[in-house]
C-alpha cells in the first residue's frame, strides 16, 4: 500500500501562522518590551501617592537658574539633532520618453534589415536566434539614423537622438511638475556610450537656458547602471546645499554604437539595446514634500571590478576588422549573480526585517559550527519589498535574478513587460519599470520599491524608494497607450 | 537627593558637550585636504618637435598651400617648445585611424604611471581609496576609465566611482567640486582624481580652419591627486581648500557653440573653435570673478572697490568722456599670492593675466607651462603649479587660485590655501634649471619663419 507523502511543511497554513508570529513578535521585540516597563513604572507611582511625588520633585532643589540651564540644553541639543540628521531626499516625479511610431522596428524589420547590411550568413541566423529568444516584442523603438541601411551613425545625427529623447522627457517633466527650469540648482546626466564636448548636461542647460550657477555633472562610460550612480550623487549633493533640487537624466544613445562586424559576443547589443530616457526630479525641499512621489532610503553601490573576469564581461573592444563593439563574456549571469550577492549583504541589513537577518544569521552560524550542510537561507526579500525594477538587460538577467531572490511571477512583471515592450534602454529601464507599476495602479502609499541595475565594471547598484502617496494611474507617459494590453505571455521562442 | 541633583548635573554636562562635540566635528569634516599630486611626464621619444609637426600636417593630403601656411604659422607662433609631447599613433604615423588599442594605451600609459607615483609618494594603498573620480573628456570607453583603475589596483567593493567626461578643459575644479561635496556627507574618506586629455582617437583630418588649431595647441599631459578630509592628515597635506566658484554660461547660445565638438561639411569629426570664443571667454570670465571676488578679496579690498566705483560714477555722470572707456579695477592680488591660468594659449594667458592685473611674474608659470608642455587641457593648472612649487615660490600660508575655461562655455576657479613650505620638483625637476629661458622664439622661426610673410 503506497505510503501517504509527507506534508509540505512550507504550505502547511498552521506553520505559516507561527512563522507570522514569530516574525511580528521579533520585529517589534523593543515595542513590546516598553509595555512591563510601563507597567511597573505606573505601579511604582501608584504605589508612592501624590504627596510623596510632590516631595521627590521639591526635593530637587531646583531654582531658577537650573531650570533654565536645562532648558537651554534641551533646546540646543534638539536643534543639533535635528539640524544634523541627513536631508531626505524626495523624488518629485519623473517622466520616461515615449519613443514615436515611426522608429518602431518589429522583428520583420530588423531582419530584413541585417540581412541588407549583412554580408555573413552565419550571424544573420545568429542575430536571429537571439531576436527569438530575446523577450522583446514588436514595439520597440530605434533611433532614425539606425533606420538606414547601411545605419549612418554620425555625430550630428547622435546629437539629434540625444536631443529628442532627453528633451522629450524633460518637457513631460516640466509639464507634470510646474519645474521651471531657473529653479533647476543641480543637474546629473548619464549616458554612457555616447560624450560629446561640450557634454550632454551642457546642451541641456544650453536647451532650456538654465542658471549660470547650476552645478552639472556629465558621467560616461558608467553602464547600465549609471542612473543609480547619478541618483547617488546627486543626493550626496542634495545632502550639502540646502533648499535645492537636482534633475537627473538617465539615457543611452543608440546612434553611433551600431556594431557592423560579425563577432558574435560583439551583436547581442544590436539586437537587445533601444532608445529610451527618463528625466527624475529630486528635491530636498519642505514643501515638495508634500507633492512628492517617494522619499529615497538606500543607495548601495557594490564595484566587482577588481576581479579580471567581472572587469572584462562587458567590455568594449575592436574586433578583427577594426569595428568597434561591446563583447559581452559568457560569464555575465554568473558574474551578475555574484555581484548581486555582494550587493545584497550590503543592503540586506538595512532593508530587512530583524527576523529575517537573525534567521539569516543563525543559519550563517549554523552552517558553520553545527553541520555545513544546512541549506544557506536565503532572506526573503519580499518581506522588505512590495516591488521590484529589476534592470530589463534580458531574459538571462531577469530569470537569473528571479531565481536567486525567490521572486514570483508578478514581482518581475514590470522588468520583463518592459523588456518586451520598450527593450533593453540601459539605465532608464528602472524608470519605465517603475512606471508600468504605477500604470497598473500598484502603487500604494507605504509600498516599498527595490531598484537594481547592473552594469559594465561590473557593478551592481541599488536604490530602495519608500511611496509617500497613493499614485494615481497616469493618464500619460510611455505606457499610457498600450498597459491594457499587458502583461502578455512572452513564449520562449517566437518563431521567425 | 544629593546625589540625584549631582546626577542630573553630570547629565547635563555630559549631553551639552557632547552636542557641541558633535557640532564642532561636523565643521572638521568640511576640509577638504590635497594631499599630493603627480603630473605625468611621457616618455621622450613621445616628444613632438616642430618639424615632426610639420611631417604631420604635411601627411595630410587634403590641405592647400594655404592651409598649410597656416597651420605651420600657429604652431611657430603658439609659444609652444619643442619638449611637448603627442600621442604615439600620430608619432608613428595612424594619426588619420588610430585603433582602440591606442587610444586605451595613451591614457593607461598615463593614468597608470602617474598613481604609481602617487601611492608610492603617499604610501597609502590603493584599497584605502573611498572615492575615485576620472576626468577625461573626449574619450569614454566602456567599461569606464574608472572600473579600469579598479581592476588594475583591486580597490575595494564599496569605492565611489565617478567617470566625468565632455566637461572640456576646465573639468579639473569640476571633480574638485564633485569631492569636496562628497567629503561634507562623510567622515575620514580619501579621494583619488585623475585627470588628463586622449588626443590619439580626436586628430581633425580635414581641411576647416576652425577645426586645425586643436590639433596644433593640445599636448599629451595628466595628473592624478590625493584629496581628503581626513583631520589627521593636515600634516601631510600640500594645500586646503578655500572656495571654489562654477560659472557655466551655456545657456547662451553663443557660448554653447563656440568650442564644439562635429562633423565638418565632409563628415570628418574635429574641434571647432569659433571667432567668438575670446568674447565668450571674458563673459564667462567676468561672471565667475563676480561671484569669486568676495570670496577672495579682502574686506578693505572689497570696501576700496565699492568706493571707487561710486567715485567713477559720479565722475562720469559729470565728465562722460573723460572717463567713459575706463572701468574700475579690483586688486586681485590683494587677495591671492599665486595664479594658475589654464594654458589654453598665449593669446588666452596675457587676457586674463591683463585683466587680473597681472604682472610678468604673475604670469610666467603659466606662460612657461605652456612653453613645456603645451596645453594639456584639464591638467594643465597642475603643471603651473608644479612650476610654482619647482621654482619654491610657494610658502606656507599662501593663497593659489587656479582659473580655467572650458567647452560649454564654463569658467572655473578654485582657491587654495598653502600649508606647508613646498619644494618638490615633480616633473619638472630636470628642467626647471633652464627656466625661465633667454627667448620664447620657436627656434625653428629661420627656418619657418615664411609662413608669416604674406
Redesign the interface.
Known amino acids: 500500500m503506497p505510503r501517504a507523502p509527507l506534508p509540505e511543511f512550507s504550505s502547511s497554513v498552521k506553520l505559516k501562522y507561527v512563522k507570522l508570529g514569530y516574525q511580528y513578535l521579533v520585529n517589534n521585540f523593543v515595542t513590546l518590551l516598553l509595555i512591563p516597563v510601563m507597567a511597573a513604572v505606573y505601579l511604582e507611582l501608584v504605589r508612592m501617592g501624590p504627596e510623596e511625588i510632590m516631595g521627590l520633585w521639591r526635593?530637587?532643589?531646583l531654582d531658577l537658574i537650573q531650570i533654565l540651564?536645562?532648558f537651554f540644553?534641551i533646546i540646543?541639543?534638539a536643534t543639533?539633532?535635528l539640524t544634523?540628521r541627513?536631508q531626505p531626499v524626495y523624488l518629485v516625479d519623473y517622466a520616461c520618453f515615449k519613443p514615436p511610431t515611426t522608429c518602431r522596428v518589429p522583428f520583420s524589420t530588423f531582419m530584413e534589415h541585417t540581412r541588407l547590411i549583412s554580408s555573413d550568413e552565419k550571424s544573420v541566423r545568429f542575430q536571429m536566434r537571439i531576436l527569438e529568444r530575446s523577450g522583446l516584442g514588436e514595439e520597440t523603438c530605434l533611433p532614425p539614423a539606425n533606420h538606414y541601411i547601411p545605419p549612418r551613425p554620425?555625430?550630428?545625427a547622435s546629437?539629434a537622438e540625444a536631443q529628442l529623447v532627453i528633451f522629450s522627457a524633460i518637457d513631460d517633466l516640466v509639464r507634470k511638475t510646474g519645474l521651471r527650469p531657473k529653479d533647476i540648482d543641480i543637474l546629473v546626466v548619464n549616458c554612457?556610450?555616447f560624450?560629446?564636448?561640450?557634454?550632454?548636461?551642457?546642451?541641456i542647460?544650453?536647451k532650456y537656458?538654465?542658471?549660470?550657477?547650476?552645478?552639472?555633472?556629465?558621467?560616461?562610460?558608467?553602464?547600465c547602471s549609471a542612473g543609480l550612480?547619478s541618483v547617488?550623487?546627486a543626493r550626496?549633493?542634495l545632502?550639502?546645499h540646502r533648499s535645492s533640487n537636482a534633475l537627473v537624466i538617465s539615457t543611452e544613445i543608440i546612434t553611433p554604437n551600431f556594431y557592423a562586424g560579425n563577432q558574435r559576443s560583439m551583436l547581442l547589443p544590436n539586437c537587445l539595446f533601444r532608445m529610451g530616457a527618463a528625466a527624475i526630479l529630486l528635491s530636498n525641499r519642505r514643501r515638495d514634500a508634500r507633492r512628492a512621489k517617494y522619499r529615497l532610503v538606500h543607495v548601495v553601490?557594490?564595484?566587482?571590478?577588481?576581479?579580471?573576469r567581472a572587469?572584462r564581461c562587458?567590455?568594449?573592444?575592436?574586433d578583427a576588422e577594426?569595428h568597434?563593439g561591446?563583447s559581452l563574456s559568457k560569464d555575465l549571469m554568473a558574474i551578475a549573480g555574484e555581484a548581486l550577492k555582494?550587493n545584497i549583504t550590503?543592503i540586506g541589513p538595512l532593508v530587512l526585517p530583524m527576523s529575517e537577518q537573525l534567521l539569516f544569521f543563525l543559519t550563517l552560524v549554523g552552517r558553520k559550527l553545527i553541520n555545513p550542510k544546512w541549506k544557506p537561507y536565503i532572506p526573503d526579500f519580499k518581506l522588505a519589498f512590495e516591488h521590484f525594477c529589476i534592470h530589463a538587460g534580458g531574459r538571462a538577467v531577469i530569470d537569473e535574478l528571479q531565481k536567486n531572490l525567490e521572486l514570483s511571477a508578478e514581482h518581475v512583471e514590470a522588468s520583463r513587460m518592459t523588456l518586451h515592450r520598450f527593450g533593453n534602454t540601459s539605465s532608464s529601464s528602472l524608470w519605465y519599470e517603475l512606471n508600468y507599476i504605477e500604470s497598473k495602479g500598484r502603487m500604494r502609499r507605504g509600498d516599498r520599491v527595490w531598484q537594481i541595475g547592473f552594469g559594465?565594471?561590473?557593478?551592481c547598484n541599488s536604490a530602495v524608494w519608500k511611496c509617500l502617496r497613493t499614485v494615481k494611474t497616469p493618464v500619460d507617459g510611455p505606457w499610457s497607450d498600450c498597459i491594457d494590453r499587458y502583461p502578455v505571455d512572452i513564449p520562449e521562442v517566437v518563431k521567425l | 537627593?544629593e546625589l540625584?541633583?549631582m546626577i542630573?548635573t553630570v547629565l547635563?554636562l555630559y549631553?551639552?558637550l557632547s552636542?557641541l562635540w558633535?557640532?564642532f566635528d561636523?565643521r572638521r569634516n568640511q576640509n577638504c585636504y590635497l594631499l599630493d599630486y603627480v603630473c605625468y611626464k611621457p616618455s621622450d621619444d613621445r616628444k613632438l618637435s616642430t618639424e615632426l609637426c610639420s611631417d604631420v600636417i604635411k601627411r595630410n593630403k587634403r590641405l592647400s598651400m594655404p592651409d598649410y601656411k597656416f597651420l605651420l604659422k600657429v604652431v611657430v607662433n603658439s609659444g609652444i617648445s619643442e619638449e611637448t609631447y603627442g600621442p604615439r599613433s600620430i608619432i608613428e604615423g595612424r594619426e588619420e585611424s588610430p585603433?582602440?588599442?591606442d587610444c586605451d594605451d595613451e591614457v593607461d600609459d598615463c593614468m597608470y604611471s602617474t598613481l604609481d607615483k602617487l601611492f608610492h609618494r603617499t604610501g597609502i594603498s590603493p584599497g584605502d581609496v573611498d572615492v575615485l573620480v576620472v576626468n577625461i573628456?573626449?574619450f569614454?570607453?566602456?567599461?569606464?576609465?574608472?572600473?579600469?583603475i579598479?581592476?588594475r589596483y583591486?580597490?575595494?567593493?564599496?569605492?565611489?566611482?565617478?567617470?566625468?567626461?565632455?566637461?572640456?578643459c576646465s573639468a579639473s575644479p569640476?571633480a574638485i567640486?564633485?569631492v569636496n561635496?562628497?567629503f561634507?556627507?562623510r567622515k575620514r574618506t580619501l579621494a583619488v582624481v585623475i585627470t588628463s586629455e586622449s588626443i590619439a582617437p580626436n586628430w581633425y583630418c580635414g581641411t576647416d580652419k576652425s577645426m586645425m588649431l586643436g590639433n596644433c595647441l593640445f599636448r599629451s599631459g595628466g595628473c592624478s591627486f590625493m584629496l581628503t578630509n581626513d583631520p589627521s592628515l593636515k600634516h601631510r597635506a600640500k594645500m586646503r581648500l578655500k572656495c571654489l566658484v562654477?560659472?557655466?554660461?551655456?545657456?547662451?547660445?553663443d557660448?554653447?557653440s563656440c568650442?564644439?565638438?562635429?562633423?565638418d561639411t565632409d563628415?570628418r569629426?574635429g574641434?571647432h573653435l569659433s571667432k567668438s570664443l575670446p568674447k565668450v571667454a571674458v563673459r564667462a570670465f567676468t561672471?565667475n570673478l563676480q561671484?569669486l571676488a568676495p570670496k577672495v578679496l579682502p574686506v578693505g579690498e572689497l570696501a576700496l572697490y565699492v568706493i571707487r566705483g561710486l567715485r567713477h560714477r559720479l565722475r562720469r555722470s559729470k565728465e562722460t568722456k573723460a572717463y567713459a572707456g575706463k572701468a574700475v579695477r579690483v586688486n586681485f592680488k590683494s587677495g591671492v599670492e599665486h595664479f594658475c591660468l589654464h594654458t589654453g594659449g598665449a593669446a588666452v594667458i596675457d587676457a586674463v593675466g591683463s585683466a587680473l592685473g597681472l604682472n610678468k611674474y604673475d604670469v610666467e608659470p603659466a606662460r612657461m607651462t605652456l612653453h613645456r608642455w603645451g596645453n594639456t587641457s584639464a591638467s594643465s593648472l597642475w603643471y603651473v603649479l608644479g612650476y610654482m612649487e619647482a621654482k619654491k615660490r610657494l610658502r606656507r600660508k599662501d593663497r593659489v587660485l587656479m582659473l580655467s575655461f572650458g567647452?560649454?562655455?564654463?569658467c572655473n576657479s578654485c582657491l587654495w590655501e598653502v600649508l606647508r613650505d613646498l619644494e618638490d620638483g615633480g616633473a619638472w625637476e630636470d628642467c626647471i634649471q633652464a627656466y625661465p629661458p633667454q627667448s620664447l622664439v620657436n627656434p625653428f622661426m629661420n627656418k619657418f619663419g615664411w609662413v608669416s610673410e604674406a
Open positions: 526635593s530637587l532643589r540651564c536645562s540644553v540646543f541639543a543639533v539633532y544634523s541627513p554620425t555625430m550630428e546629437r554612457s556610450l560624450s560629446p564636448t561640450p557634454s550632454l548636461s551642457a546642451m542647460i544650453n537656458k538654465l542658471r549660470s550657477n547650476v552645478r552639472s555633472f556629465n558621467l560616461s562610460g558608467m553602464g550612480i547617488d550623487l550626496d549633493l545632502q550639502v553601490r557594490t564595484h566587482k571590478g577588481a576581479d579580471d572587469y562587458v567590455y568594449q573592444e575592436e577594426g568597434s561591446i555582494s550590503t559594465s565594471g561590473f557593478k | 537627593m540625584l541633583w542630573a547635563f549631553s551639552s552636542f558633535k557640532a561636523c585603433t582602440l588599442d573628456s573626449m569614454a570607453p566602456a567599461p569606464s576609465l574608472t572600473s579600469t579598479v581592476n583591486k580597490m575595494r567593493e564599496d569605492v565611489k566611482t565617478f567617470n566625468l567626461s565632455g566637461m572640456g569640476i567640486d564633485l561635496n562628497v561634507e556627507t562654477r560659472a557655466h554660461s551655456g545657456a547662451n547660445d557660448a554653447y568650442a564644439m565638438q562635429k562633423e563628415g569629426v574641434f561672471e561671484t567647452a560649454g562655455f564654463k
